[in-house]
């Protein structure tokens, strides 16, 4: 794997989608993070199989929009996800 690659989650992670949202359980820190459906899309692409660029070409392309629109918001949210300990890388 490519330490460019995002991800993929850590494996204790519970995943519940509802209406387009996701939270995210992790029991061993008992941490609970609530995804809205923007940030939901860039974590189900957090798999070990896309790069941060990868994962924003994606997404510009099904929203319809330019990639330099979407690349800060991206990349904060992985930040996040990688900060909050849900990714492996």
């Known amino acids: 794997m490519s330490e460019n690659k995002v991800g ?4 204790q992670v519970l995943e519940t989608e509802i209406d ?7 029991p061993s820190t008992e941490q ?6 923007t940030a939901a899309d860039v974590w189900l692409l957090c798999d070990g199989e896309h ?3 990868e994962i ?9 929009v ?3 629109k979407i690349s800060n918001d ?3 949210t992985i930040e996040l ?5 849900l990714l492996k890388r």
Do not use: F, Q, W
């Open 20 to 26: 387009g949202d996701i939270s995210l359980y992790d």
């Open 51 to 53: 790069t941060t660029e």
């Open 56 to 64: 924003t070409s994606l997404l510009a392309s099904s929203y319809r």
């Open 81 to 85: 996800l990688r900060k909050s300990g």
């Open 66 to 68: 330019e990639e330099s």
């Open 8 to 11: 993929p989650p850590i494996a």
């Open 74 to 76: 991206v990349e904060r």
């Open 32 to 37: 609970v993070t609530i995804l809205n459906g």
